[in-house]
């Protein structure tokens, strides 16, 4: 059977695309967070506040690994930086599972076995 016509194969692509897209509004979310506190926006304004309520579950986990650092009112909030290449990690290694999981045919799998031991 071609790999290529595998009816594993659409599905597992479609795995892979709800993957990266959850992950990208995720990675928008905590950078629109990350700038508006670099940028020193009012938390109390609607898109602002609307924008940390949403974020905050996200980069919780985070909010104590690094010191906060402020200035004149501007936050450099490392944390969320933080979070965002660990959702991005964790998306890229759903994905390559997702990946794993294609059906690859002999010929196939012998030249990426080739590939690799080199």
């Excluded at 194969?9 to 990675?27: D, F, N, S």
């Excluded at 898109?47 to 974020?55: D, E, R």
């Excluded at 501007?74 to 890229?92: D, G, N, P, Q």
């Excluded at 599972?97 to 690799?116: H, I, N, R």
């Amino acid at each position: 059977m071609d790999a290529s016509n595998s009816p594993s194969t659409k599905p597992l692509y479609r795995g892979t695309q709800i993957v990266w897209y959850v992950v990208g509004i995720l990675e928008a979310l905590l950078a629109f967070r990350f700038v508006l506190k670099l940028l020193g926006a009012n938390p109390n304004a609607g898109f602002s506040s609307f924008i940390y309520s949403v974020s905050k579950p996200f980069a919780a986990p985070f909010l104590n690994v690094f010191k906060i650092s402020k200035v004149e009112g501007s936050v450099l909030e490392w944390t969320t930086l933080l979070a965002m290449i660990v959702y991005w990690l964790i998306a890229f290694a759903i994905a390559k599972m997702f990946v794993m999981g294609k059906t690859v045919s002999t010929p196939e799998a012998a030249v990426k076995l080739d590939d690799q031991a080199k």
